[in-house]
């Protein structure tokens, strides 16, 4: 596609529940990153993967989350047991190769009530 | 570890007027890459201007210019002849070349305000 899909736009979930947010990236962008935005704050770090294969995973909180690119082009996160804390917007990026420009998505925004 | 600071939580200018952003980092690497994002409310992150480190000259896109005192690190950005489609949050960001590399660490952010 012309840029970074992310999907859904915004998920309302309850406690406990178990969550997927999908990012497709563009095509041919070997480099995927997943940030989390919490209200008023700039995006953290979440996991960065390099083709198939997690390359730095040192941003997931805990391990509730969980970050798959089986074919190394679409992402899921996978998010368990979701607490309200983990309400935030999540956004995705891509880039062509790892010191490229990383653009991203318009982002998941996540409520768990 | 590496952070990045942004003091003002919101600036607010006159449409066609100048207005400049601070941003204030630290990080232990020697080479490292700054940024200015902008993440207007469909909440997309826009990369608005790139500056290496160890280049000395001052980033320039457009309208858009960076001041980059490496030994003071600081990052601010000016925004020539402000438009309405300027309004946005902006994000500093700063990615280290080696331990760093390929995690944006990103300030607060500063939400700017055009004024017709």
């Known amino acids: 596609g012309a840029g970074v899909s992310q999907t859904p736009s915004n998920k309302v979930t309850e406690k406990g529940k178990y969550v997927e947010l999908r990012c497709d990236p563009i095509?041919?962008?070997?480099?995927l990153y997943w940030y989390r935005q919490s209200l008023g704050q700039g995006p953290e770090f979440l996991i960065y993967f390099q083709g198939t294969g997690a390359a730095d995973d040192s941003g997931l909180p805990n391990d509730r989350f969980f970050a798959v690119r089986p074919e190394g082009s679409v992402s899921t996160l996978k998010i368990q047991r979701t607490e309200r804390g983990d309400s935030a917007v999540y956004l995705c990026?891509?880039?062509?190769?790892?010191?490229?420009?990383?653009?991203f998505g318009p982002g998941t925004r996540l409520t768990v009530l | 570890a590496q952070t990045v600071t942004q003091s003002q939580p919101e600036m607010s200018v006159q449409e066609a007027e100048t207005v400049t952003l601070s941003c204030t980092y630290d990080t232990s690497e020697s080479d490292y890459y700054l940024f200015w994002y902008k993440q207007p409310p469909s909440r997309q992150m826009i990369l608005v201007i790139r500056?290496?480190?160890?280049?000395?000259q001052n980033a320039t896109e457009n309208r858009f210019s960076v001041n980059f005192q490496k030994a003071a690190k600081s990052f601010s950005l000016k925004i020539s002849d402000s438009q309405l489609g300027d309004a946005a949050m902006y994000f500093c960001?700063?990615?280290?070349?080696?331990?760093?590399?390929?995690?944006?660490?990103f300030g607060q952010g500063t939400r700017l305000t055009i004024n017709p």
């Open positions: 960001a700063l990615e280290g070349a080696y331990q760093g590399a390929q995690k944006l660490v």
């Open positions: 095509s041919g962008h070997t480099a």
């Open positions: 990026a891509s880039s062509l190769f790892n010191a490229g420009p990383k653009f």
């Open positions: 500056q290496e480190a160890y280049k000395q």
